[in-house]
């Protein structure tokens, strides 16, 4: 063989070899079919309502067919603008109760009903449900998402998948699994073995009697963590403990473990990079944040945001924010004991689950 | 000349594995967000500095953004650092103050030392929140973005806040789009794997947050740094602070569209950085400060990822040397198999990263490009080298650094 030709042969090769990732490289450069700028979320600011908003929008054509249901007394069916089908209700429907009725049948329809709403046990709901008026459903059941106008009610063992919105009340009876988004414009109140992920509500009551009046005194001498001027920092490196009963001015940082002894008042802020525990009655005036786990009470107060970045459990008698200063409780697991208040936000980015006072 | 290429290539060793256990980590690893459930507060006052050096394309749109973004509007004042402007910049500010009176400050600066970093030290003046957050005038944040980069300010350790950027005009041409994939690369893992292992994620000085206070102690704003960020994470660190990275706060951004401005921006950038290097280096390594080991350990590898490219080039002379000095590395047969096993692992460490980055970011397509990234390596490679040449050259001429503003591509609204 030429040996000029073995050469440039083998260059030949050696390019074609170096051009071939660069093949599926050209083409995309020249197609742009994945050239746009990454999603990014503008407009929406994760508002827990997000979705409960969204529908309530995507219904809003069906307002004035709701008014002459409700008027007229009558039933309406239909298809949205999106395909899905649609079942508007004037009255509690018989008939449609009746089929409800029918145990573990699942009803693929969005119902939009501008009365009070009562959903027999053991149904699933597959589609959004929106209550003009009380919202009251049965054991067992399943929903996707509820939007109610007034109050809702939950049976107990019900599953919820994506969201609930009450502009009244929201209470769940024992045991219901709320997965998604669960808002309300008044309260909310859960019931004993009850999990859920994101609750938001101006006040959310763990239990059935959550005894607030009898709690440690609001921290009325405490700064709110939304002051502009900053407290002295305190550093502690290695592990430490607030005696009981002391009242320390100021924030806190513990490089290490850190125990807040009953009764003790911090007037600022705290931070440990591991574990930290809030005996009974301690309170605290800014934000609790844990790089670990987080014990909180019995009868604590914590007055700014509370962020354990392992695992968080709230004793009974606990009160987290106030009504004029609601705040947010977060970690990827937490247990919460009946009793305790959270004004504001509690998410449970895992795993969420009410257990009973001891 | 043999040990030095081995210093070399056990420096370039480092890095790679780096590049791994950061990937991997953000592949399968724990992933921390702390802060962003926080989503009811009683949210603290707030200044938003927004840098504006002959902004007329883009300071509009940055403007009206924060004015429409969820944070209690009488918690919020924004300050336009207006930094001796020639064209429309003052105008167009001006009139956003007419439209919303009380809401914006602004602060036209006429005067003094060129720079980022001094157009913000003396827009202090004007600060009195405790947490102030930083926009360079090409961003646009989104409705959620505040309230994002205020939370982690409720941890008392935290002293900087930086969110994600993400390029707007990615599809623009085959620059904008490597510079897309960079970005994801340096975000999306790398920086989310140093929060998530608790080690350095670096302030980035725009889509960011600093404590006020924390800003005091340091000293306040370098105006002799060429990258007031890399200075402040390594101040804040070295005092005590914690920068934290948010993953989820995105915020979109303007990227060179071409060549030229994107070496004038990386040469920038590597000098900055090694001049933080020198500064920072030996203090954060083995002086006595509050970093914990993993932070100090991280903090020097990252300050030393610019002079990786001189660093780099070195080892391709001392590796010919070698080869043509006939001398033998290693026995024939080891050599053989590292240098086979960094050809599969080391080459591809950074490809991986991004790849990855790709991947979480649920994009498919773009990772074709992925070759081409060696373009962008070469022209990086090349401009780091030659910014780390005349930092020297300059050290030694005492030549003074000349400020290069990014130019803007968007069309004048």
Known sequence: MNPYLAVAALLLMVSLMFMLPLIPALVELRRKSDA???????????????????????????????QRCVAGGT???????????????????????????????????????????????????SKEIYAGGQFIGGEKNNYRAILGEKNIHLGASTHVTRWVHAVGEFTSDPGCRLNGRISSDALIRLRTDCSFLRLNAPRIEIGSAAPIENATAPNSLLPTSGSSAPSKRVFHDGDFEVQAGEIIRGDIVVRGNLRVRSGARICGSVKSTKDLLLDDGASVGGSLISARKMRIGPNCAVHGPVVAERELAIAAGTRCGTLEHPTTVSSPRIEVAEGVVVFGTLWAREQGQVVASQ | MIYALFIIVFIICIYTGRHYWFTLNRLFGFQRHPYIDIDTADWPPVTVLVAAHNEEKVIANILDALMTVKYPEDQMLVIPVNDRSTDRTREIIDKFVQDFPGR???????????????????????????????????????????????????????????????????????????????????????????????????????????????????????????????????????????????????????????????IKQIMRWAKGH??????????????????????????????????????????????????????????????????????????????????????????????????????????SIISVSRAAFSQVSDLVTGAEFHWDKTERFRKVL
Not at chain 1, 76 to 96: F, H, I, K, N, S
Not at chain 2, 215 to 243: A, H, M, Q, V
Not at chain 2, 293 to 306: A, H, K, M, Q, S
């Open chain 1, 36 to 66: 746009l700028p990454l999603s990014v979320v503008q407009q929406n600011a994760g508002e827990i309502r997000h979705f409960a908003n969204s529908f309530r929008d995507c219904i809003k054509g069906l307002a004035p067919t709701l």
């Open chain 1, 75 to 125: 039933t309406v069916t239909g298809t949205l603008a999106d395909g899905e089908e649609y079942v508007v209700l004037g009255r509690a429907d018989e008939p449609l109760l009746h089929a409800l009725g029918q145990r573990d049948a699942v009803h693929p329809l969005v119902i939009t009903a501008g009365v009070d709403l009562t959903i027999p046990a053991g149904v699933t709901l």
């Open chain 2, 104 to 262: 914006i400050q602004p602060f036209h600066r006429i005067g003094g030392k060129g720079g980022k970093a001094a157009a913000l030290k003396d827009a202090m003046e004007l600060v009195n929140t405790e947490v102030i957050l930083i926009f360079d005038a090409d961003y646009i944040p989104g409705a959620g973005l505040i309230k994002q980069l205020v939370a982690p300010f409720f941890d008392l350790e935290v002293g900087g806040v930086m969110g994600r950027v993400v390029p707007l005009n990615a599809g623009t041409n085959l620059l904008t789009r490597l510079l897309d994939l960079e970005r994801s690369g340096g975000y999306q893992v790398d920086q989310q794997a140093r929060m998530n292992l608790r080690l350095v994620p670096q302030h980035g000085g725009t889509v960011a947050g600093a404590r006020l206070s924390a800003l005091r102690e340091i000293g306040g704003w370098n105006e002799n740094s060429l990258t007031e960020d890399t200075d402040l994470t390594y101040r804040l660190l070295l005092n005590g602070w914690k920068t934290v990275y948010q993953n989820r706060s995105e915020c979109y951004e303007e990227v060179p569209e071409v060549w030229p401005v994107r």
């Open chain 2, 274 to 379: 090694n001049q933080a290097m020198m500064t920072y280096g030996l203090r954060l390594l083995l002086g006595k400060n509050h970093a914990t080991l993993r932070e100090r350990i991280d903090g020097t590898l990252l300050l030393g990822v610019y002079a990786m490219a001189p660093l780099t080039l070195v080892g391709w002379a001392l590796a010919l040397g070698v080869f043509y000095q006939g001398a033998a590395p290693l026995h024939g047969v080891i050599a053989l198999l590292s240098l086979t096993a960094y050809a599969a692992l080391g080459n591809l460490a950074a490809f991986f990263e991004i790849a990855a980055a790709a991947r979480l970011d649920g994009t498919r397509k773009r990772i074709s490009l992925l070759p081409f990234l060696i373009l962008g390596f070469a022209v």
